[in-house]
């Protein structure tokens, strides 16, 4: 009885993993509006969502909310908002967070070169398919080659990793100061309504003693 009427298409699937059926905006809405109605302290709250956004930052693609998660237990934060900080890195912002993470990473270590997001992507893609192949080599008769994931590694993903640090971190501070407020006003905002809530039960009792 819970299913759908008309049954999503694979294409229809895959199209709303890159842009959600409501638009980015209604989604961002969607995720504060859960960030804040998480049951937790505030600080709590901050930690996680600036350990996802942190991680967002860096090249560890698919694997950013289980590494947040991690952080975020080490740092005694919460990983529900962990998962959540972990959408700035989505499918719009993510090519410009790996341009300009390579950028600076490239430029902080002295490596010469611009590289566009195609390109990065590109070499992600082949560095995942030769790993496979070196894993599956390593158990059947195949050659291993590791030449191009050295390369990959020195030109690529050291660099993304120590400018996405950088950026990241500037992220993850803003994150967590912004959401403290954020979260501070909503448990107010619910205490008040609870004692006014709490205050017309209380007044309903004494107003039919009086009549």
Do not use: C
Request: no cysteine.
């Amino acid at each position: 009885m819970f299913k759908r009427s008309k049954p999503r298409s694979y294409g229809q699937m895959a199209s709303e993993l890159v842009y959600p059926p409501g638009g980015f905006r209604r989604s961002t809405a969607y995720l504060w509006h859960r960030l804040r109605r998480l049951p937790d302290q505030p600080h709590r709250i901050a930690r996680g969502m600036a350990a996802g956004v942190f991680l967002s930052f860096t090249p560890l693609h698919g694997f950013h909310f289980i590494v947040a998660a991690l952080v975020s237990l080490a740092i005694r934060g919460n990983v529900l908002a962990a998962f959540v900080g972990t959408f700035a890195g989505n499918p719009l912002t993510t090519p410009f967070i790996a341009l300009a993470a390579v950028g600076l990473g490239r430029t902080l270590l002295g490596l010469p070169g611009d590289m566009s997001p195609q390109m990065i992507f590109r070499e992600f893609a082949h560095a995942t398919s030769e790993t496979w192949q070196n894993i599956v080599s390593a158990i059947g008769p195949g050659p291993t080659s590791w030449s191009g994931l050295a390369e990959f590694w020195h030109e690529i993903f050291l660099p993304y990793a120590v400018g996405g640090a950088v950026l990241g971190a500037f992220a993850a501070v803003g994150a967590y100061y912004l959401t403290i407020p954020l979260v501070r006003r909503y448990h107010r905002r619910k205490a008040l309504a609870m004692a006014k809530r709490i205050a017309r039960v209380q007044g309903a009792p004494d107003q039919d003693r009086r009549r």
